[in-house]
Every structure is written in structure tokens, then in C-alpha cells.
């Protein structure tokens, strides 16, 4: 298999979890250099992410201890679908707990090809994009994928 293409750096404005990365308000992706990544890319009012998001959480919860770091990004401002104000009121209410911020920029969705709502990128401990997933992850799928980045 070809190596995986590098994950784009980015700046990360953190609603919550900022305890489970450094206790910076902001982290960079670069700045997790080192850890696999989840990196949920959602929107408030999009009932397919809203669906998922407590999968996430039972990921985080199960394999944090190994290093692992879900990272949900919204982009709810750019898409149309959201806003901060309600991206921190429905993680308040669905009470998750692992680390998720809002884009800073459209620019993300190009650079890892969010074309639909959900996109969920795995990345590798060296930093290497190892899959993107478009669309709704059930847990089954999400572990198998997620293992992949613990082996």
C-alpha cells in the first residue's frame, strides 16, 4: 500500500475537551503529532452526525488510554448548517466529552474532502490520512476502522 497522504494542518478553536489535549483553548493537528486521529467532521443541524456522535463517544471512551484522540470538527458555519451557539448547546445535550471545535475556515473541507455531511478522516500516528469515510458511521464500523490506526 502506498504510503498515506499527509493530513493538512489546521487551527482548532476548542468548544470542549481541551483537559484531554494540552489545556490550550486552541491545538493545531500538528500539535497531535505522535497520536491516531478521528476527526469527525459535523454540522449541529445535521441529523446524520447528530445520529452518530454517541458512537464517537463510546470510541473515545474505550481507547483514549491507548493514545487515540477523536477530534470533532464543526463546520456548521460553512455549510449552512449551524452555528457555534448550537454546536455547544446539543454537545452539552448529548454529553460527550472527547475534544471538539469549531473550522476556522472552509478551507478544511477542501482540504480533506468533505463533500457530504458526515466525513470522517482516519489519521495515522505519522500523520497520514489512512481513510476517509463520507457519510454515517455505525460502532462496528468505527471500531474496525479506528483499530486499523491502533495497530
Request: some cysteine.
Amino acid at each position: 500500500m502506498p504510503d498515506p497522504k499527509p493530513a493538512a494542518d489546521f487551527r482548532f478553536p476548542l468548544y470542549q475537551g481541551s483537559e484531554h489535549i494540552g489545556g490550550a483553548d486552541e491545538v493545531t493537528l500538528a500539535a497531535l503529532a505522535g497520536h491516531p486521529l478521528v476527526l469527525n467532521f459535523w454540522a449541529p443541524l445535521c441529523p446524520p452526525c447528530r445520529a452518530e456522535m454517541p458512537e464517537f463517544e463510546r470510541l473515545w471512551q474505550r481507547h483514549q488510554d491507548e493514545g487515540l484522540i477523536v477530534l470533532g470538527v464543526d463546520v456548521g458555519p460553512f455549510t449552512g448548517i449551524g452555528d457555534r451557539e448550537m454546536a455547544v448547546a446539543f454537545l452539552d445535550e448529548i454529553d460527550v466529552t472527547y475534544p471538539a471545535g469549531q473550522a476556522v475556515s472552509a478551507q478544511i473541507m477542501q482540504d480533506y474532502r468533505v463533500l457530504g455531511m458526515p466525513t470522517t478522516v482516519f489519521v495515522t500516528r505519522d500523520g497520514g490520512v489512512l481513510r476517509t469515510w463520507s457519510g454515517a458511521l455505525n460502532g462496528e464500523k468505527l471500531e474496525e476502522l479506528a483499530s486499523l490506526l491502533l495497530q
